[in-house]
C-alpha cells in the first residue's frame, strides 16, 4: 500500500493567492483527519470526515478555509485568500472506524509558505 | 471539553538513559484510546504504541512502554536505554468512541546527548 499521499508537499504561494492542498487516504479508510502543526500550537486538528460526510470542522480557524471530500479517494483542503500567518505543515491522516485502537496514518505533510 | 495536554516543550536526555515524556488528558468519555506518535527531523509521523481506556496492562513495544494511570488521567511514554536516534518530536494522542475524533498534545522535543 502507498499509503496517504499529499500533493503537492512544499508550496510558497504569495498572500491573497487561493492555495489548494491535496490528499488520497489509504484505500478502504473511511475517516479521514485534517491536521495543522505549527510551533505554538503544536498539531490541531482542522476538520474530519467519516465515508466522505464532514463530521466536525470546529478547528477551521476562518472562513477562508474550506474542506472537500468529493470521494472515498480524494480530500481537499482550500485556503482563499492565503495570508502569511497560514504559513504552517498541513497534514493529511486516515484510518478505519470502529474501534477505539485504531491509529491515524500520515502522509508526509505539505509545508505551507505564504509570502 | 476534550484536552491534550504535555506540559514539556523540550528534554534533554544523555544517550543510554531512560526518559519519561509526560501526557495527560481529559475526557468525559469513558472507552477512549491514547497514542504516542513520533516526529523525526524528516517531518513524517510514526506511531509508537497505543493503550486503551479498558485495558489492564500497560502497553508495550519494545523499547516503549506506557505508563497509563487512568485516574490521574495520564499516559506517559517511556522509553528505555535512549539512542541517538530517540531525538525527534513526541506527540501524544486520543481518539474518542463516541465520534472517532482524534486529538493530539502540542508535543515535547527530545534531545538525545551522546
Known amino acids: 500500500d502507498a499509503g496517504v499521499i499529499q500533493s503537492p508537499r512544499h508550496e510558497v504561494t504569495e498572500m491573497g493567492q487561493e492555495v489548494t492542498l491535496r490528499c488520497k487516504p489509504i484505500s478502504g479508510h473511511d475517516y479521514l483527519f485534517w491536521y495543522r502543526q505549527t510551533m505554538m500550537r503544536g498539531l490541531e486538528l482542522l476538520i474530519y470526515f467519516n465515508n466522505n460526510v464532514p463530521i466536525d470542522d470546529s478547528g477551521m480557524p476562518e472562513d477562508r478555509f474550506s474542506a472537500k471530500m468529493p470521494n472515498a479517494s480524494f480530500s481537499t483542503l482550500k485556503i482563499q485568500p492565503s495570508e502569511p500567518r497560514d504559513s504552517a505543515v498541513y497534514f493529511c491522516?486516515?484510518?478505519?472506524?470502529?474501534?477505539?485502537?485504531?491509529?491515524?496514518?500520515f502522509g508526509q505533510g505539505t509545508r505551507l509558505t505564504v509570502v | 471539553a476534550q484536552k491534550i495536554t504535555q506540559t514539556q516543550p523540550g528534554m534533554f536526555v544523555q544517550e543510554k538513559e531512560a526518559v519519561t515524556l509526560d501526557c495527560t488528558y481529559d475526557t468525559s468519555d469513558p472507552s477512549y484510546g491514547l497514542f504516542w506518535y513520533k516526529q523525526p527531523s524528516s517531518g513524517e509521523m510514526i506511531f509508537l504504541i497505543y493503550?486503551?481506556?479498558?485495558?489492564?496492562q500497560n502497553a508495550t513495544e519494545g523499547r516503549y512502554s506506557l505508563n497509563f494511570q487512568k485516574a490521574r488521567k495520564s499516559a506517559n511514554l517511556v522509553i528505555s536505554a535512549s539512542q541517538l536516534g530517540d531525538s525527534a518530536m513526541y506527540f501524544c494522542a486520543m481518539r474518542m468512541n463516541r465520534d472517532d475524533k482524534i486529538i493530539f498534545g502540542k508535543g515535547t522535543r527530545l534531545h538525545i546527548l551522546p
Open positions: 493503550q486503551g481506556s479498558y485495558d489492564q
Open positions: 491522516a486516515s484510518s478505519f472506524s470502529g474501534r477505539v485502537n485504531t491509529e491515524a496514518f
